[in-house]
């Protein structure tokens, strides 16, 4: 039953890793040639990243506009420690297109999602092959009802 268990969850890990869906930098012209806004990340030159969800931004002839999340690396030091921590707070306003180094954007990703599939279908064979949930089970009577 172990197992059994074992490698449900071993399955459901590789599908969360290795989903269909991955973060792909995309260009500005991409985003903007298409009819839907998709959530999307810009990660600037000094390493802020700033979170947009769907149809919650725009772009002008030098700046992406709208209204999101920011979200900033930051060390904070102690007398003997450094602690890394991440600050996320609320946006509203224009991100000048020379300052940004990336857009991300959720893609499907057709290879990963058949390498997860094709590894989660492996996994669950060879785990399950040898699966008798009742054991050796063998009825009274010599099988007779």
Known sequence: MK???????????????????????????????EEEKPEIEAITKEGHIYHFEEGNYYFSVDSIAGKGLMKTNKILMDQHKEFK????????GKIALIDI????????????????????????????????????FKPLGGGRL
């Open 3 to 33: 197992k059994f268990i074992t490698s449900i969850i071993v399955s459901a890990l590789l599908l969360e890793l290795f989903g269909c869906y991955s973060m792909r930098q995309v260009a500005i012209d991409e985003l903007n040639s």
């Open 85 to 92: 921590y991440q600050s996320v707070k609320p946006f509203e």
């Open 101 to 136: 180094q990336t857009i991300e954007t959720n893609k499907f990703n057709i290879p990963l999602s058949i390498f997860a599939a094709a590894a989660t279908i492996t996994i669950l064979y060879f785990a399950l092959k040898d699966f008798k949930p009742l054991g050796d």
